[in-house]
Protein backbone atom coordinates (compact mmCIF):
# COMPACT_ATOMS: atom_id res chain seq x y z
CA UNK A 1 0.00 0.00 0.00
CA UNK A 2 1.51 3.46 -1.20
CA UNK A 3 1.66 5.79 2.01
CA UNK A 4 2.77 9.58 1.86
CA UNK A 5 3.99 11.47 4.90
CA UNK A 6 4.04 15.25 4.35
CA UNK A 7 6.00 17.29 7.07
CA UNK A 8 8.12 20.33 7.31
CA UNK A 9 5.07 23.37 7.00
CA UNK A 10 5.05 25.89 9.39
CA UNK A 11 4.87 30.16 9.65
CA UNK A 12 7.55 31.90 7.20
CA UNK A 13 8.37 35.91 6.62
CA UNK A 14 7.94 37.06 3.48
CA UNK A 15 11.09 36.34 1.52
CA UNK A 16 11.43 33.66 3.53
CA UNK A 17 12.33 29.78 3.42
CA UNK A 18 10.74 26.71 4.23
CA UNK A 19 11.10 22.74 3.00
CA UNK A 20 8.84 20.67 3.01
CA UNK A 21 9.84 16.46 3.07
CA UNK A 22 7.50 13.88 1.55
CA UNK A 23 8.25 10.17 3.00
CA UNK A 24 6.82 7.99 0.70
CA UNK A 25 6.65 3.75 1.00
CA UNK A 26 4.84 1.07 -0.63
CA UNK A 27 5.89 1.47 -4.60
CA UNK A 28 6.19 -1.62 -6.39
CA UNK A 29 8.17 -0.38 -9.65
CA UNK A 30 9.88 2.59 -9.57
CA UNK A 31 7.69 4.02 -12.16
CA UNK A 32 5.65 6.84 -10.48
CA UNK A 33 5.95 10.57 -9.98
CA UNK A 34 5.35 12.44 -6.62
CA UNK A 35 4.23 15.96 -6.93
CA UNK A 36 3.51 18.68 -4.23
CA UNK A 37 -0.21 20.58 -4.34
CA UNK A 38 -1.82 23.03 -2.66
CA UNK A 39 -5.06 24.42 -1.35
CA UNK A 40 -5.53 27.79 0.11
CA UNK A 41 -9.33 28.81 1.62
CA UNK A 42 -12.14 28.92 -1.08
CA UNK A 43 -9.44 28.40 -3.69
CA UNK A 44 -9.29 24.47 -6.17
CA UNK A 45 -6.12 22.99 -5.23
CA UNK A 46 -3.64 23.22 -7.57
CA UNK A 47 -0.62 21.38 -8.84
CA UNK A 48 2.70 22.98 -7.33
CA UNK A 49 5.82 21.12 -8.57
CA UNK A 50 6.28 17.34 -9.52
CA UNK A 51 8.92 15.15 -10.24
CA UNK A 52 8.92 11.67 -12.11
CA UNK A 53 10.63 8.84 -10.24
CA UNK A 54 12.00 7.36 -13.45
CA UNK A 55 14.17 9.66 -14.90
CA UNK A 56 13.92 12.90 -12.87
CA UNK A 57 12.41 15.10 -14.83
CA UNK A 58 10.53 17.98 -12.79
CA UNK A 59 7.29 20.41 -13.61
CA UNK A 60 6.91 23.75 -11.90
CA UNK A 61 3.71 26.07 -11.91
CA UNK A 62 3.94 29.12 -13.06
CA UNK A 63 3.44 31.29 -9.91
CA UNK A 64 6.44 29.24 -8.18
CA UNK A 65 8.97 28.96 -10.84
CA UNK A 66 12.41 30.17 -10.25
CA UNK A 67 11.59 30.26 -6.45
CA UNK A 68 10.68 26.95 -5.61
CA UNK A 69 12.88 23.16 -6.19
CA UNK A 70 11.75 19.91 -6.23
CA UNK A 71 14.25 17.11 -5.58
CA UNK A 72 14.13 13.48 -4.73
CA UNK A 73 16.50 11.41 -2.54
CA UNK A 74 15.83 7.84 -4.05
CA UNK A 75 17.53 6.00 -1.48
CA UNK A 76 15.53 7.78 1.10
CA UNK A 77 12.40 7.86 -1.03
CA UNK A 78 11.62 11.25 0.12
CA UNK A 79 11.14 14.00 -1.98
CA UNK A 80 11.80 17.94 -0.79
CA UNK A 81 10.06 21.20 -1.95
CA UNK A 82 12.34 23.76 -1.29
CA UNK A 83 10.53 27.17 -1.08
CA UNK A 84 12.76 30.12 -1.08
CA UNK A 85 11.03 33.75 -1.77
CA UNK A 86 8.18 32.94 -0.10
CA UNK A 87 5.19 35.37 -0.85
CA UNK A 88 1.96 35.63 1.42
CA UNK A 89 -0.16 34.24 -1.72
CA UNK A 90 2.19 30.92 -1.37
CA UNK A 91 0.03 30.55 1.95
CA UNK A 92 -2.33 27.14 1.87
CA UNK A 93 -2.37 23.75 2.78
CA UNK A 94 0.08 22.08 1.27
CA UNK A 95 -0.06 18.00 0.12
CA UNK A 96 2.56 15.48 -0.92
CA UNK A 97 0.66 13.08 -3.78
CA UNK A 98 1.94 9.63 -5.76
CA UNK A 99 0.63 8.61 -9.56
CA UNK A 100 1.49 5.32 -9.72
CA UNK A 101 2.31 4.16 -12.41
CA UNK A 102 3.17 7.54 -13.51
CA UNK A 103 1.50 9.10 -16.96
CA UNK A 104 3.60 10.05 -19.75
CA UNK A 105 4.35 12.88 -19.85
CA UNK A 106 4.96 14.04 -16.62
CA UNK A 107 2.22 16.41 -15.51
CA UNK A 108 0.93 18.06 -12.50
CA UNK A 109 -2.93 17.61 -12.30
CA UNK A 110 -4.63 16.91 -9.25
CA UNK A 111 -7.22 14.50 -10.28
CA UNK A 112 -4.30 12.41 -12.25
CA UNK A 113 -2.45 11.74 -8.80
CA UNK A 114 -4.03 8.78 -6.87
CA UNK A 115 -2.63 8.63 -3.70
CA UNK A 116 -2.69 11.77 -1.00
CA UNK A 117 -1.13 12.12 2.32
CA UNK A 118 -2.21 14.50 5.20
CA UNK A 119 -1.92 18.28 4.22
CA UNK A 120 0.88 20.14 5.61
CA UNK A 121 0.03 23.82 6.38
CA UNK A 122 2.49 27.04 5.22
CA UNK A 123 1.91 30.43 6.13
CA UNK A 124 3.37 33.21 5.16
CA UNK A 125 2.87 36.20 6.97
CA UNK A 126 4.91 39.51 8.27
Known amino acids: EVQLQASGGGLAHPGGSLRLSCAAS????????IGWFRQAPGKEREGVSC????????YYSNPVKGRFTISSDNAKNTVYLQMNGLKPEDTALYYC???????????????????WGKGTQVTVSS
Open 26 to 33: GFTLNDYA
Open 97 to 115: AAQDPQRWPLACLAGEYNY
Open 51 to 58: ISRRDGST
